[in-house]
T-cell receptor, first 113, second 110 residues
Framework: NAGVTQTPKFRILKIGQSMTLQCTQD?????MYWYRQDPGMGLKLIYY???????DKGEVPNGYNVSRSTTEDFPLRLELAAPSQTSVYFC????????????FGAGTRLSVL | DQQVKQNSPSLSVQEGRISILNCDYT??????FLWYKKYPAEGPTFLIS?????DKNEDGRFTVFLNKSAKHLSLHIVPSQPGDSAVYFC?????????FGAGTRLTVKP
């Protein structure tokens, strides 16, 4: 069972470059999430989606964009990478919102230099 | 604002002994609490949860205790095993969102 798959696992970007972090899930979950984890901090929600075509901002959305054209895919776009975006990014999905277990991908470690 | 706090960044215990990981929250609207476990280079995986209508939930070696008046929960692992060495995240949720603590790194020594 693949679950939630994230690509790439690692990436180094130069300041000002752009990239897309890919996330796909095969559990037919409506809800999908993007988090970032900085050292010594908890997971911070960047964006989430409650279904195809519907996205909304989380706690720390600045500098990021998302789209949800299918149930399976929820890519995260960084348009102008900044050193403050150096972090580990996790994608997750769940069957419902709030009191539902979230299933996480293995993460993407991004460095912006 | 950190609505979920895990004040111990790390914990080391001997194999076979009890591990106790603690978590505090500030938002009284949270009514469902979860613990996730994370190994290096992997994403967090669900371990155990508890609803606010309970004060204890047990699953094998893992027990979560909830003290609503103190806004505190704890995860007990008995007996601890070397394979339990990981980072443990506490999470709290209401109807619409889930907030995570910073994690506690547990090391179980053989």
């Amino acid at each position: 069972n693949a679950g939630v798959t994230q690509t790439p696992k690692f990436r180094i970007l130069k300041i000002g470059q752009s990239m897309t972090l890919q996330c796909t899930q095969d559990m037919n979950h409506n809800y999908m999430y993007w988090y970032r984890q900085d050292p010594g901090m908890g997971l911070k929600l960047i964006y989430y989606s409650v279904g195809a075509g519907i996205t909304d901002k989380g706690e720390v959305p600045n500098g990021y964009n998302v789209s949800r054209s299918t149930t399976e895919d929820f890519p995260l776009r960084l348009e102008l990478a900044a050193p403050s975006q150096t972090s580990v990014y996790f994608c997750a999905s769940s069957a419902g919102q709030g009191k539902n277990i979230q299933y996480f991908g293995a993460g993407t470690r991004l460095s912006v230099l | 604002d950190q609505q979920v706090k895990q004040n111990s960044p790390s914990l080391s215990v001997q194999e076979g002994r009890i591990s106790i990981l603690n978590c505090d929250y500030t938002n009284s609207m949270f009514d469902y609490f979860l613990w996730y476990k994370k190994y290096p280079a992997e994403g967090p995986t669900f371990l155990i949860s508890i609803s606010s209508i309970k004060d204890k939930n047990e699953d094998g070696r893992f027990t979560v205790f909830l003290n609503k008046s103190a806004k505190h929960l704890s995860l007990h692992i008995v007996p601890s095993q070397p394979g339990d060495s990981a980072v443990y995240f506490c999470a709290a949720s209401g109807d619409n969102d889930m907030r995570f603590g910073a994690g506690t790194r547990l090391t179980v020594k053989p």
